[in-house]
């Protein structure tokens, strides 16, 4: 059996792991799991939603001390910064993005990878960058004859993307009045995925205060009107906040690992 346990997660911008996935890593660390996360920008491009928030200059610059102390909160092994400019992960050459992807890949030997889906949870350019990049890292990663100056090959045993059942959306309308994120003003809907399509769904609802706490840490992004920043939120309440879902995309021995709904309850099931 495989001794020392790893997860990798790959996303784009400080605070695109709180909300989805914070929960997760949280756990998968305090297990003794290495938990490693890798963000394709510093997230400069969004918009200070606090105006009690200085913002430092360059503001990638805040964004990065958020996500490092959000990180710390996650009990996470490394973060991992690939340096890309907000909003302009299109336009890199793919091959760069996926060559770093697959270096680290392949130092790091993770049995377990998240990233984003082809939804890219609502539609943003970056997600559906990172989540072109890390799927075809993946799979690269594991072919030996590509790159080989930058490692052996690693297989990655499962691949899952990040993924919201449809109720979990209809839910945020029905408390929040709104289940898009606004960009330009303009509403780009989440996407949500049938229960049937949920693959695995991780209860994380032992570290539910610990997932607000780190939310908490990416300040400039947090409107001060918003839920997670009121004394009374409970965050074991709504039980979308601490169930976290998720699609295996890519590989897996799924065996011994299913419950009788037919969800997996571990990331690792069937790698441990
Ligand atoms: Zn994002």
């Given at each position: ?81 690939l ?42 350019y970056d997600h ?12 690269l990663?594991?072919d ?15 691949f ?12 945020m ?13 303009i ?6 995925y ?64 299913m ?14």
């Amino acid at each position: 059996m495989t001794d020392q346990l790893r997860l990798m997660a790959i996303f784009a911008h400080p605070d695109d792991e709180a909300f989805g996935t914070g929960g997760t890593l949280i756990k998968y660390a305090q297990e003794g799991v290495e938990v490693h996360l890798v963000m394709a920008t510093r997230g400069e491009a969004g918009q200070l939603a606090n105006p009690d928030i200085t913002p430092t200059h360059p503001f990638s610059l805040l964004r990065e001390q958020e996500l490092r102390r959000a990180c710390a909160v996650y009990g996470l092994k490394q973060l991992h910064l690939l340096g890309y400019v907000d909003g302009q992960t299109p336009i890199v050459p793919p091959a760069e993005a996926v060559y770093k992807i697959v270096w680290l890949l392949r130092d790091i030997m993770p049995q377990v990878v998240i990233s984003f889906g082809p939804d890219g949870v609502y539609g943003h350019y970056d997600h559906l960058a990172v989540h072109r990049w890390a799927s075809a890292a993946v799979t690269l990663a594991g072919d030996p004859d590509r790159w080989p100056e930058i490692g052996a090959a690693h297989q990655v045993a499962k691949f899952y993307h990040r993924a919201m059942p449809q109720p979990q959306v209809d839910n945020m309308k029905e408390r929040l009045g709104y289940n898009a994120v606004m960009m330009d003003g303009i509403p780009f809907p989440f996407t949500g995925y049938s229960l049937e399509q949920i693959t695995t769904i991780i209860d994380t609802h032992e570290f539910a205060a610990r997932k607000v706490q780190a939310i908490r840490c990416h300040a400039s992004q947090i409107r001060p009107d918003s839920p997670f920043l009121q004394d009374d939120f409970d965050p074991v309440a709504n039980e979308w906040f601490w169930q976290e879902t998720y699609i295996l995309a890519q590989n897996g021995d799924r065996s011994g690992s299913m419950l009788t709904n037919g969800k997996e309850t571990d990331l690792f099931a069937g790698v441990r």
